[in-house]
């Protein structure tokens, strides 16, 4: 095998994911995460962007309609991570979910972001995150990113929204 290192422009362009309900996701993603409906593929799939992008998510039951999630220790897929332009964003995001009541599994500050997690209805694993300025992400000695997991203060990200 080369040395090939793919170029840095390169970029994740959009997920495809299988719901077992379409209308079930679409009220997850647009009317509580705030995506927008862009298009759909007759009645078995849809199109959501933030933006007006053509899509960032693509949801979909031709192989999944009324089926149940993957068992939680099988492979697949382990989270969607969301990027938030600002931390108020996250902090909105953060709002929204408390004020409609939706569980998280998981809060985390990761020296380079601060993360929610949380499962769509499908269980398919949602991360909502946004990353701070490079300027001040951790280091190590020989200048790599030096990542962790601690608690996230909720409250401080709160704060942004006042």
Avoid at 28 to 34: A, V
Wanted: charged share 20%; aromatic share 10%; net charge negative.
């Amino acid at each position: 095998m080369d040395n090939y290192i793919i170029p840095s422009g390169t970029r994740i362009g959009h997920v495809h994911l299988k719901v077992s309900e379409l209308s079930r996701s679409l009220q997850f993603y647009c009317d509580l995460l705030g995506f927008t409906l862009m298009a759909t593929y007759g009645p078995d799939a849809a199109f959501i962007s933030a933006g007006g992008y053509h899509h960032h998510i693509g949801l979909n039951t031709w192989q999944s309609k009324g089926a149940s999630p993957p068992p939680r220790r099988s492979t697949g897929l382990f989270h969607t991570a969301i990027l938030y332009p600002e931390r108020k964003d996250l902090a909105t995001a953060y709002r929204r979910l408390l004020d409609a009541g939706y569980p998280l599994t998981g809060t985390a500050d990761h020296g380079v972001s601060e993360a929610l997690y949380l499962d769509d209805p499908d269980q398919n694993g949602v991360e909502l995150y946004w990353d701070r300025p490079r300027e001040v992400w951790p280091l190590q000695p020989d200048g790599s990113i030096q990542m962790y997991t601690r608690p996230l203060n909720l409250e401080g990200l709160l704060r942004e929204l006042l």
